[in-house]
């Protein structure tokens, strides 16, 4: 056997004791791999998910984690980069079974986010908005992310399961404040509107964004909706989410 065969019978048996011994291992040494490389992935997945894991039995948790270790192919050591693996494996590779919550998806998207946003790096071309927005270059912070979901996911717990979506479609903003705690917002349908065509753009200026606005909502009074665009903004820059951008 050549030397990437014999590591990938290795990996084959680490993966899934159902597959050949490897030549030359020892099966109790090769358990003892497992186990290892096995219970850091799992650590990884349950720090990741924490709200998802209260949602099934020690078993069945330990199921669904031994599908995802034997099943996907992960390209990555990486913590945050696991639980992007395991949220692709959820939503490309899974085959669901009667237990998994009809929000599971949602949910771990969510999870996900949370962890995207608490490591987020801060852009050094994104400052807080000094002087009126109006005459400012602004951006959607990098420590900030606009989300959509047809189920309430920010109450989902172990004593709350819905069953159903609700009618209406949720909009929040996650973001990282000053001491670095990651914050969940409510946005309204038209907040959450303007926070989406801020996330298109490197950066744009406030007239700019009128203008589209003006062009999205003809119905509505073009003095009302810039007030309550320079509301918005004002209220957002406050928390952090939208920043003046500084060219290099």
Avoid at 54 to 72: E, G, P, R
Avoid at 129 to 134: A, F, K, Q, S, V
Avoid at 148 to 153: I, K, P, R
Avoid at 186 to 212: C, K, M
Wanted: glycine share 4%; proline share 5%.
């Amino acid at each position: 056997m050549s030397f990437v065969q014999i590591q990938q019978s290795f990996v084959d048996y680490i993966k899934q004791v159902s597959f050949e011994l490897p030549n030359g291992t020892d099966a109790r040494r090769m358990k003892v791999y497992r186990e290892l490389f096995f219970n850091n992935v799992e650590g990884f997945v349950s720090g990741a998910f924490p709200v998802l894991k209260t949602l099934y039995s020690s078993d069945n948790w330990l199921v669904l984690v031994q599908t995802f270790f034997a099943k996907h192919d992960c390209q990555t050591p990486i913590f945050i980069e696991i639980a992007q693996e395991f949220l692709t494996f959820l939503q490309t590779e899974y085959e669901f079974n009667a237990h998994d919550p009809v929000f599971m998806l949602e949910l771990a998207h969510y999870e996900y986010m949370e962890l995207v946003v608490a490591v987020a790096q801060k852009n050094p071309q994104h400052r807080p908005i000094n002087g009126p927005i109006i005459s400012q270059c602004i951006c959607l912070s990098d420590t900030s992310r606009v989300l959509q979901y047809t189920f309430d996911v920010q109450h989902i717990s172990h004593e709350y399961r819905p069953d159903i979506p609700g009618e209406l479609p949720q909009f929040f903003c996650l973001y990282r404040d000053d001491e670095d705690e990651v914050i969940f917002l409510q946005l309204t349908p038209l907040s959450a509107q303007v926070l989406g065509f801020l996330s298109q753009y490197e950066a744009i200026n406030y007239d700019d964004l009128n203008v589209w606005l003006v062009n999205s909502y003809p119905d509505m009074e073009k003095s009302v909706l810039e007030q309550g665009a320079l509301q918005l903004l004002d209220d957002l820059a406050d928390k952090g989410v939208v920043k003046q951008f500084i060219p290099n």
